[in-house]
């Protein structure tokens, strides 16, 4: 028997059910819960935006439960805001950022093809976050620094020679320019391969298996990094995830962080010198430049294959 357009359904068995009913006259479940403006999965009277979706649920301005109908906020008349962006380019440096939905993925070294410190092959569930499209680039470091570290001069090659204190530094003087209207940070080492891998696929490299099209690395760098995007993209539209220069983490690099890591958003806290950094550079070889590739280096120290990459939390209204 074909089912009824437009007729609506129990969440919890499906059952076809009239709009002004209170509960599912086959399991009981109630109906009367609100509904998400955009997926109308069901939702919890308090939520500000749906964990399905992301779409906005209140009102910005007045806290107000959205309707479905697109046409804003029936109280106040504000606009809503719908889904997030895909995209943020804040307005300072020009920096780019992509939406990196919320997901759970197998982190770790699913190849075997790494060492000891890649393992175990974990779950981890991640809240969204942005990241930004390349790694940050000489001209957007010159905007806020008195002094570029790099040895190789290049207005879009990446900074270099960037100790994690200084990586910090450049972060602060962002949010400072933008006067609070983001928060910006280092990623997550969960985040950072997370994103790698195009929020979980089944890249070895970020963006596929072939390094060549996807990396600079020793054998095709010509000992030198390389304006960032030359390379091809992942999935995500993230260029030089793998290759031309490792990136900090926000992580205390342990060897065996990956057997206490929280199943929710996994921040490695337990201090030590060293932070974790990822995806190879210049002047290492391509199993470097692996997406499950780990490595610790001293918070103090830098290097002409070392810069960052940030990520960028909205803040709710």
Not at 38 to 66: G, Y
Not at 112 to 122: A, D, F, L, M, Y
Not at 161 to 170: C, D, G, P, Q
């Amino acid at each position: 028997m074909s089912e009824t357009p437009n007729v609506p359904k129990c969440p919890k068995c499906g059952e076809e059910v009239e709009r002004e009913w209170r509960l599912c006259p086959a399991c009981e479940h109630p109906l009367n819960s609100p509904l998400c403006p955009e997926c109308a999965k069901p939702v919890k009277e308090h939520w500000v935006r749906c964990p399905f979706c992301e779409a906005a649920i209140l009102c910005p301005s007045c806290k107000t439960r959205l309707s479905a109908d697109g046409g804003g906020c029936p109280s106040c008349g504000t606009a809503s805001s719908g889904k997030l962006p895909e995209r943020i380019v804040e307005p300072v440096v020009g920096m780019e950022f992509v939406l990196a939905k919320a997901g759970s993925f197998s982190m770790g070294d699913r190849f075997e093809e790494g060492i000891e410190n890649e393992t175990p092959v974990h779950d981890v569930e991640l809240d969204r976050f942005y990241i930004a499209k390349y790694p940050v680039t000489q001209s957007q470091w010159d905007r806020l620094m008195p002094e570029n570290p790099s040895m190789f001069s290049g207005e879009n090659r990446p900074v270099e020679r960037v100790s994690f204190r200084k990586a910090l530094e450049f972060i602060k003087k962002l949010a400072e320019a933008n006067n609070g209207l983001y928060d910006f940070g280092l990623p997550s080492e969960a985040q950072w391969e997370y994103a790698a891998t195009s929020c979980g696929g089944n890249d070895k490299y970020a963006g596929g298996e072939d390094p060549e099209k996807l990396a600079w690395f020793e054998d095709n760098s010509g000992g030198t990094t390389h304006p960032a995007g030359k390379k091809a993209p992942n999935a995500l539209g993230l260029y030089d995830m793998s290759g031309n220069v490792w990136e900090w983490c926000l992580d205390f690099y342990k060897q065996d962080a990956y057997r206490f890591h929280d199943e929710r958003n996994p921040l490695c806290r337990e201090q030590c010198s060293d932070r974790v950094i990822r995806g190879g550079g210049w002047n290492t070889d391509a199993w470097s430049a692996r997406c499950a590739r780990r490595f610790g280096f001293p918070e103090e120290g830098s290097g002409p294959s070392l810069g960052f990459r940030i990520v960028l939390f909205p803040k709710e209204n």
